[in-house]
């Protein structure tokens, strides 16, 4: 790799917008590790795949560790590893909650930590959060409080960390999806989602590649959660 190539990595990689995402950085010239708990080695050699599950803190070490090994440095971080429970609110189980907790904040916590210490040793880099429009806008059809919780959560910590690195050449944002296209929704639940949003369809997952990637481009964009969610969170 040249001294100059910029380094990626991405979590819950292994399908839909994780894979999507890999292959878009690596379309940018990116050096890209990807970690998830079933992504598969690739023949790609600027492509770092990394097993294991975000919420063990050892799969964070590794993740930052072999990519600043392979690599030399670390510029972006995309947060796109997750779980989303809809349940009423008295159905949830401590497994439910743990399980979503561990995923969505302790995986984001373990990660974002040791990459931003990477990123400050070069006064620069870009972390992204994958989130939900429905801590904005929610929905009685979609009783969801776990992911409000957690989403939420990392909507705060995202302007939060935004304005703590601000000086310091590291911006921070998030991408707060509608209902998208993968393979988590079965076909025969398409029609009922996509009349959720004022648009009258569901996004795709290239609708997120492009969010994330126009926020990489952005360079006097920090602090923003941006939506991605066909009118969502504008109202109905």
Same mark, same amino acid.
Not at 151 to 158: I, S, W
């Given at each position: ?58 799969? &964070?070490? /590794?993740? !930052? ?6 690599? *030399?440095? =670390?510029? @972006?971080?995309?947060?796109? +590893? ?83 690195? &601000?000086? /310091?050449? !590291? ?6 999806? *509608?209902? =998208?296209? @993968?393979?988590?929704?079965? +076909? ?49």
């Amino acid at each position: 790799m040249s001294a100059e190539q910029k380094v990626a990595v991405i979590t819950g990689a292994s399908q839909g917008i994780g894979a999507a995402l890999v292959k878009a950085y690596r379309e940018r010239g990116y050096g890209v590790v990807a970690t998830a708990r079933s992504v598969k080695p690739s023949n790609d050699p600027d492509i770092v795949a990394v097993p294991g599950d975000i919420a063990e803190r050892r799969t &964070a070490e /590794r993740a !930052i560790a072999e990519g600043v090994a392979r690599f *030399g440095r =670390i510029d @972006t971080l995309v947060n796109n +590893a997750g779980i989303f429970i809809a349940k009423p609110f008295t159905q949830y189980t401590d497994i439910d909650y743990k399980t979503v907790v561990n995923i969505n904040v302790t995986g984001f916590f373990n990660i974002t930590r040791l990459a931003v210490a990477e990123m400050e040793k070069r006064k620069r880099g870009h972390v992204v959060q994958i989130t939900t429009s429905l801590v904005d806008s929610a929905n009685s059809n979609v009783p969801s409080v776990l992911a409000s919780l957690t989403k939420g959560g990392l909507n705060a910590a995202t302007k939060s960390l935004a304005i703590e690195y &601000a000086k /310091r050449g !590291i911006r921070v944002n998030a991408v707060a999806l *509608g209902t =998208i296209k @993968t393979p988590m929704h079965p +076909a025969d639940t398409h029609e009922a989602l996509a009349a959720m949003h004022p648009v009258g369809h569901m996004g795709e997952i290239d609708d997120i590649v492009d969010a994330v990637l126009y926020l990489e481009s952005a360079k006097f964009v920090t602090g923003e959660i941006l939506h991605v969610d066909g009118g969502q969170s504008a109202g109905h």
